[in-house]
Every structure is written in C-alpha cells, then in structure tokens.
C-alpha cells in the first residue's frame, strides 16, 4: 500500500528557532500534499494545501509567513515553523494523494515542542 | 463551507457489543465521505469511502457505513466489537469536485475485554 513517512517524529525546540518537518510519499507519486495540525484530544485542523511546484494554499487563520511549505518535488513537502513559539507546540501530520478523486494517505506525524 | 460533526466523542463498551458512531455533515452539494481510524500510537488509515453508488459501504476489518443523502448522515457500524478496535474515529467530507478533507472532532473508542 501507499506509504507516507514524516522526519522527525518528534522534535524539542526553543522558543524562536525554526524547525523543518520533512513529509515523503515512499511509493507514489504525490501531486498534492497537505497538512495538519492536531491539538490534543481534538480533531485534525487542515493548515494548506501543497501542489508539486507551485504555492501552497493555506486555510484562513494560518499564517504563511509563519509555517512555510514547500513541496518542491512529487515526493516531498516540507513544513518550516518559522520562530517557534511555545503555542506553535503540537502534532503536524501530513497526507499525500496521487491525485483528485484517490485517497488522501497519512504520515504518521510530527511532535513538537516549543520551550 | 462545510463541516462535520460527530456526536460522540466517547464511547465505552464490551466486546461483542454492536458498534455505530453518528456522523452530520453540512455541505451544500455532492460529498465524498470518509470514515478513519487511528490506532494508539499510529496515523490515520482509511476504513471506508463513499464516493457515489450504493448507499451502504463495506470497509475493512468488518466496518461499514450507510449514506443516507436526506439526513446528511453517514453512520459508521460494527456489528461485534473486538479489543482491538480501541482506537480514535473520525468521520471526513470532501467535495466532489475538491480532495480537501474536513474532519470532524472524533470519537474515542474503549472496547473492554
């Protein structure tokens, strides 16, 4: 099957460092790529969307500036947290999919902590 | 825009006992559907997907969802629970036309041997 991985899975930083989160399609290629961010007992919250070498499309509320993406190949996107800070803490897990109209597959996600 | 919404964020029971999660989705026009499943300590799989067809959908490891377009519902059952369905389920909606998905909050599962 489709498999997605993410490095690292977990990640300490501080408090106004960056940190770059690597997510990969192993055995497809991804023409889109998304991610997520999911707070503790809570839901998966869609940050942006991310197509093979073009911007990525964030949802309202997440600022670009702050979280860049780059998806600059069929098998990797990228998230950079720009100038962690402690409430950027969470879980971010990305998802790939081949195309429109095919399953979206997982990452097992990223842990980060921000101190 | 659409949302979803999952009635039960926890449910407990024994296993053997029959299974059936709520989900609503609000979206104005033709949805996919999806049900996910995420294991303790792992990521999201797909248990099932309702793009078009017969209402009523058969998944993995005995799942299954019916579609029911005029309650805007797409209920997720099981009819015997085992152990090691304890896990978090969270029911999805894309457009027809998009592959955005929009989770709703979840529902934690505890199967009690």
């Known amino acids: 099957g489709a498999v997605v991985s993410q490095h690292p899975s977990w990640v300490i930083c501080k408090s106004g460092t960056s940190v770059k989160i690597e997510c990969r399609s192993l055995d497809f290629q991804a023409t889109t790529m998304f991610w997520y961010r999911q707070f503790p007992k809570q839901s998966l919250m869609l940050m942006a969307t991310s197509n093979e070498g073009s911007k990525a499309t964030y949802e309202q509320g997440v600022e670009k500036d702050k979280f860049l993406i780059n998806h600059a190949s069929l098998t990797l996107s990228t998230l950079t947290v720009t100038s962690a800070h402690p409430e950027d803490s969470s879980f971010y897990i990305c998802s790939a999919t081949p195309g429109l109209g095919y399953e979206q597959y997982f990452g097992p996600g990223t842990r980060l902590t921000v101190t | ?113």
């Open chain 2, 1 to 113: 825009a659409q949302s979803v919404s999952q009635h039960n964020h926890h449910v407990i029971l024994s296993e053997a006992a029959s299974l059936e999660l709520g989900c609503n989705y609000s979206y104005g026009g033709t949805v996919n559907l999806f049900w996910y499943v995420q294991y303790p300590g792992q990521h999201l799989q797909l248990l099932l997907k309702y793009f078009s067809g017969d209402p009523l959908v058969k998944g993995i490891k005995g799942f299954e969802a019916e579609f029911i377009k005029s309650k805007f519902s797409f209920n997720l059952r099981k009819p015997s629970v085992q152990w090691s369905d304890t896990a978090e389920y969270f029911c999805a909606v894309t457009g027809a036309a998009g592959n955005k998905l929009t989770f709703g909050g979840g529902t934690r599962v505890l199967v009690k041997p």
